[in-house]
């Protein structure tokens, strides 16, 4: 991958396509997860990260990684600001993904409350990276109340179900100016590289490789196929495949002048 | 077979025996148990009769194994399906269940594995529920902690690395008011990330107030859904009140908390219909209630002091683990709780299959977490609601879970 193809969030410069959840399997783990997916950012739960000196999962992330503390647990805008806040007070920086989910079934989150959240944690000088559901009218507001990225679902989070939400994704991508990171719902590596290959900005996995049988290799294979979904994307794939053969005649080479 | 709860502890006066007796043999002196008790708070709504129509209907041998292979043929377990999957028939299907049951876990929650310790402040009761230790005409060393002594169990358990809490009394609102156990949850705050209470149920402001005490999840058994045989379990006390327990957690959610658990005393009355009705009582609640953290137990009966032959009758390990691997299907984000009413080699099993939290450096007694924590003797101690079958220390299970290829966790909640 070229050395000038950066991911830009909130005026700080990635390498790495590939965000890395941390909440589903062992945290002796997460170092060698983090080591093949070469990712340089990992989310975390504030509220798994509120815990007292035994075995803390702030303790088992490498140095250099970029800390992207969620607000899971958060039922409306007031709450996730109040978990951000603390974020911040745990030292773990600036960056927060907002996650609002008022149903504990399918954890689909609410854009509304997430544009009011959004737009108070963003004044307060947060890198604000709100999950949603993919609309682009709540993409608009979340652009206009000050978020860094946007990242939409692309099926039912932990279901491995991959994107059930393509073409709605694919309007953000063509519509919105802030990376678009595909959260949610990846199961496989070949999905993940389809995310890239839209135009994707990113992809963040957590349920995929925590159910793989062997997570390092399954980070691996990701960090894969998201750089090469990246690569085909630069290229300027699909323009061929949409449009079908190009004939040998022109249609329109009758035009004179 | 049955179990025979019933008999005399020693030490009761005449009168107390002549009334014991009374209630055990003629229906007639005992109260309504369908009817309200003055004070409990009577809320609108719809659940218990969804709940019911199921549970009436519910014949668990009308299932063949052809219902339960199409059942573990669909995408989504639904009612139907569920209902399949308690049934005798799919018995031979358990192990192809379990799979799938580790699959749907594991989606949701990876491999963390959640611990908590359950926490006994009184154990004074005024119901007489002929199958429970704490009942008022057992003859037991009855005990109520006052603060200093909760504010050193919880820095007893607090040291051992625990961080969650469930605060538990007997049901007597005379010994143990809302107030009091309110007090023992304020502390709890100081020493423990979340609190959770299991106490006899309470009206909807009684719960907010707890709520703002710190507590934001509570645990009540409905014991058996089957209010006839309820009837006959339940001899005297406020607990007789079928209905107003059923209701609990409804009020509960009313009153602000985060999340509510139930279930019934599996081997009280038919366990399957019990357990059709405890998963369909969690499922309804969170369709009315979307943001409500539902969580499911499966308690089994156990001996208790004075009676040792108490048992689970056909409610073995293997019906259970059914039970489990079926909830976990129909409710793949509910959590599951397995209490150390279980063996080590259950627990051991089914957090790989199914169950999410477990408790750890448990004691069913009063006051008395000092001297199985370090050995050291106390004289005053309250007797225990039940045996349980795996004392496992916070740091044995801490270990045992890791090596077990799980991820312990201790806490992950905020209160906000």
């Given at each position: ?5 950066k991911l ?6 990635f390498?790495?396509?590939?965000i890395l959840?941390?909440?589903k399997y062992?945290?002796?783990l ?6 093949n ?5 990992i989310?975390?739960a504030v509220?798994r990260?509120?815990?007292k000196e035994h075995?803390?999962i702030?303790d088992h992330?490498?140095e ?7 607000t ?5 805008a007031?709450?996730?600001?109040r978990i951000a ?7 773990c920086?600036?960056?927060?993904k907002?996650?609002i989910?008022r149903?504990t079934?399918?954890l689909?989150?609410?854009n509304a409350e997430?544009i009011k959240?959004t737009?108070?944690?963003a004044n307060e000088g947060?890198v ?7 609309d ?8 206009n109340a000050?978020a860094a990225s946007v990242?939409?679902l692309?099926?039912?989070i932990?279901s491995?179900?991959g ?19 595909v ?5 496989r ?5 389809e995310?890239?290959?839209m135009?994707a ?12 049988g062997d997570l ?6 990701f960090?894969?196929?998201i750089e090469?979904?990246?690569q085909?994307y630069?290229?300027g794939?699909g323009r061929?495949l949409v449009?079908g053969?190009?004939?040998s005649?022109t ?7 | 077979?049955?179990?025979n709860?019933?008999?005399?502890s020693e030490?009761?006066?005449?009168e107390a025996?002549?009334r014991?007796?009374?209630l ?6 005992r109260t309504?148990h ?5 004070g409990?708070?009577?809320i609108k ?8 129509a199921?549970f009436n209907s519910?014949?668990a041998s009308?299932y063949?194994?052809?219902?339960v292979s199409r059942a ?10 569920f209902?399949a ?5 799919a018995?031979?299907?358990?192990e192809q269940?379990?799979e ?7 989606k949701h929650?990876g491999n963390?594995?959640y611990l908590f310790t ?6 004074y ?5 002929v199958?429970c230790?704490f ?11 006052n603060?200093?002594q909760?504010?050193?169990?919880m820095k007893v358990i ?5 961080e969650?809490?469930l605060?538990l009394t007997?049901?007597?609102k005379?010994m143990s ?5 309110g007090?023992?949850c304020?502390?709890a705050?100081?020493y423990?990330r979340m609190v959770?209470?299991e106490?006899?149920p309470?009206?909807v402001e009684?719960?907010r107030?707890?709520?703002e ?5 509570v ?9 006839d045989?309820?009837?006959?379990l339940h ?6 009140v079928?209905p107003?327990r059923f209701?609990?957690q409804e009020r509960?959610l009313?009153g602000?908390?985060?999340?509510v658990a139930?279930?019934?005393?599996l081997?009280l ?7 059709l009705?405890?998963a369909?009582h969690m499922y309804y609640?969170?369709?009315k209630?979307?943001?409500?953290e ?9 001996p ?8 689970p009758?056909?409610?073995?390990e ?9 909830y976990?299907l129909f409710l793949?984000?509910?959590g599951?709780?397995?209490s150390?009413?279980e063996s080590?080699?259950f627990?051991?099993?089914?957090v790989k299959i199914?169950?999410t939290k477990?408790?750890?450096?448990v004691?069913?007694g009063i006051?008395d ?5 370090t050995?050291?003797?106390?004289a005053e101690?309250g007797?225990e609601q039940f ?6 220390s916070?740091?044995t299970?801490?270990?045992d879970?890791?090596?077990e ?11 906000v």
């Amino acid at each position: 991958m070229e050395n000038n193809d950066k991911l830009i969030i909130g005026g700080h410069e990635f390498n790495s396509r590939f965000i890395l959840g941390s909440g589903k399997y062992s945290l002796s783990l997460i170092k060698a997860a983090v080591e093949n997916a070469g990712a340089e950012i990992i989310t975390l739960a504030v509220r798994r990260a509120n815990t007292k000196e035994h075995e803390s999962i702030l303790d088992h992330i490498p140095e250099g990684v970029t800390l992207l503390p969620n607000t899971s647990g958060a039922r409306n805008a007031e709450e996730a600001v109040r978990i951000a806040r603390l974020a911040r007070e745990l030292g773990c920086g600036n960056f927060v993904k907002i996650e609002i989910m008022r149903d504990t079934k399918y954890l689909l989150p609410d854009n509304a409350e997430t544009i009011k959240a959004t737009d108070i944690l963003a004044n307060e000088g947060f890198v604000v990276m709100p999950y949603m559901y993919p609309d682009l009218n709540t993409a608009r507001d979340l652009v206009n109340a000050g978020a860094a990225s946007v990242m939409p679902l692309a099926s039912p989070i932990g279901s491995n179900k991959g994107l059930a939400t393509r073409d709605f994704i694919q309007i953000l991508i063509d519509e919105i100016d802030l990376p678009i990171i595909v959260d949610a719902g990846i199961g496989r590596p070949s999905q993940a590289c389809e995310a890239m290959e839209m135009g994707a900005a990113a992809v963040m996995s957590n349920t995929a490789l925590a159910t793989a049988g062997d997570l390092p290799m399954m980070a691996d294979a990701f960090r894969k196929a998201i750089e090469a979904g990246r690569q085909a994307y630069l290229s300027g794939l699909g323009r061929v495949l949409v449009r079908g053969a190009s004939p040998s005649d022109t249609l329109t080479g009758f035009l004179r002048d | 077979m049955e179990n025979n709860y019933i008999f005399d502890s020693e030490g009761l006066s005449e009168e107390a025996l002549r009334r014991k007796h009374k209630l055990e043999n003629d229906p007639s002196c005992r109260t309504d148990h369908m009817k309200y008790m003055e004070g409990q708070e009577q809320i609108k709504s719809d659940i218990r009769e969804k709940v019911m129509a199921h549970f009436n209907s519910y014949d668990a041998s009308a299932y063949t194994a052809k219902d339960v292979s199409r059942a573990l043929q669909q995408a989504t377990i639904g009612v139907e399906e569920f209902k399949a999957l308690l049934s005798p028939a799919a018995e031979p299907f358990l192990e192809q269940m379990a799979e799938r049951a580790r699959v749907e876990t594991r989606k949701h929650f990876g491999n963390t594995v959640y611990l908590f310790t359950p926490l006994y402040i009184a154990n004074y009761c005024e119901n007489y529920c002929v199958y429970c230790g704490f009942n008022c005409y057992n003859k037991i060393r009855r005990m109520k902690l006052n603060m200093e002594q909760i504010e050193h169990e919880m820095k007893v358990i607090a040291d051992s690395g625990m961080e969650e809490i469930l605060i538990l009394t007997g049901e007597s609102k005379a010994m143990s008011d809302v107030r009091y156990i309110g007090e023992a949850c304020k502390l709890a705050r100081k020493y423990f990330r979340m609190v959770g209470v299991e106490i006899y149920p309470v009206n909807v402001e009684d719960y907010r107030y707890l709520h703002e005490c710190g507590v934001d999840y509570v645990t009540v058994f409905q014991e058996t859904y089957d209010s006839d045989k309820y009837e006959t379990l339940h001899l005297a006390g406020h607990k007789r009140v079928w209905p107003y327990r059923f209701e609990a957690q409804e009020r509960a959610l009313m009153g602000g908390m985060r999340g509510v658990a139930g279930s019934a005393l599996l081997g009280l009355s038919d366990f399957r219909k019990d357990a059709l009705a405890t998963a369909l009582h969690m499922y309804y609640l969170q369709r009315k209630y979307p943001q409500a953290e539902i969580s499911l137990s499966c308690p089994r009966l156990r001996p208790i002091v004075n009676n040792d032959k108490i048992d689970p009758l056909d409610v073995r390990e293997k019906q259970l683990c059914q039970v489990l691997c079926a909830y976990r299907l129909f409710l793949p984000f509910a959590g599951i709780t397995v209490s150390s009413r279980e063996s080590k080699s259950f627990r051991d099993g089914i957090v790989k299959i199914a169950a999410t939290k477990i408790s750890a450096g448990v004691s069913t007694g009063i006051g008395d977490h000092e001297s199985k924590y370090t050995g050291k003797e106390n004289a005053e101690e309250g007797d225990e609601q039940f045996e349980i079958a795996d004392s496992r220390s916070f740091e044995t299970m801490y270990k045992d879970m890791s090596d077990e290829g799980l991820q312990p966790v201790l806490n992950d909640y905020l209160y906000v």
